[in-house]
């Protein structure tokens, strides 16, 4: 039974506790809006850095220091996110999204280089 359980949970199904009939949850459409949002927003922009743009390796760094600034947003489509926000919170929330990108991709290359000079 336990082994049961961790083979759902790792395909994303979680039996529901306290049911008197086996009934399980898919959480696999389940997902962080921000993280595409970020990926796409990272990919446009590495052209404006020529050190870090060859690099995909750099270019995951970004992501990453780019969505640890952003809260997350979870949604299970794309129209949730545009539906269950306003216009402002849509707008607040693509600022935000810009100016994590920027912060860091100067965050990575700064590091970058000071980690180059040795």
Do not use: K
Not at 34 to 54: I, K, S, T, W
Not at 55 to 68: F, G, K, M, R, Y
């Amino acid at each position: 039974m336990l082994q049961d359980r961790r083979v759902a949970a790792d395909n994303g199904l979680y039996p529901m506790v306290g049911l008197e009939t086996t009934m399980s949850a898919d959480f696999t459409s389940v997902r962080n809006h921000n993280e595409r949002a970020v990926y796409d927003a990272v990919l446009r922009q590495a052209a404006q850095y020529p050190g870090l743009d060859h690099n995909p390796e750099l270019l995951a760094d970004v992501a990453c220091v780019a969505l640890n600034r952003l809260p997350p947003r979870y949604i299970r489509h794309e129209v949730d996110f545009v539906f269950y926000l306003s216009e402002r919170e849509r707008g607040d929330s693509e600022r935000q999204l810009q100016d994590s990108v920027e912060y860091a991709f100067g965050f990575v290359q700064a590091r970058t280089a000071m980690r180059a000079r040795g």
